[in-house]
């Protein structure tokens, strides 16, 4: 998303059920959200729309003043404006109450998320938003079981989770090898299946994560 919610649809985001997060509003004020990545179209009928992580975000923070400056801070983290968790290897990395209660918020959208999509409204395995969203999602539960991603800098200490060629996997990397124990324990509490594997030419142990299905 390159710039807030309007009026209108700040309206809708506002308005969202507090539990679940169902939206109403016009299909194109819908729609719009679904485009900045705020919502998501539930696969099965009747098709609700939902809050996604970054929705959630969005609704815990206070709506800006009309004459707010035109230059706004943007978390570290984000490159928008919008929650993003952190990958490792950002710039700044802010972990401040501010940033922890983003985190939280974001964590508790998408264990509704599960709840609300997932077939048996589990919540124990990733959702489909997460299989599209797979850095992002790994990073997430990292980043809300309290991990340290890194900063920048190759040798920085601190997780990166980065996309791989592989369907339905992403890599964490993390040069000490406690760390990478504990990433793989929080993944896998979180739902994911994880393998650990080592660099061909310079043995450096790495995770392969994907999420589970059942």
Known sequence: MTRPPTAAQRRVIDAADPVSGRLRGTEGQLAALVRHGLAFRHPRPPHDHFLTPAGYRVREEPAAPVAAPAEASVPAGSASGVFAARVGGEESADAGPSRLR??????????????????????????????????????????????????????????????????????????DAAALRECATTLEKAGWQVSEHAEPRTGARYLLASPRRS
């Open 102 to 175: 983003e985190v939280r918020g974001a964590w508790q959208g998408l264990l509704e998320m599960r709840r609300m999509t997932n077939t048996g409204g589990v919540m124990d395995r990733p959702c489909a938003w997460e299989r599209t969203h797979l850095v992002q999602a790994a990073a997430l539960a990292l980043e809300a079981a309290g991990l340290r991603p890194a900063e920048a800098g190759p040798a920085a200490a601190g997780y990166r989770v980065r996309a791989t060629p592989q369907p339905e996997a992403v890599a964490v990397r993390e040069p």
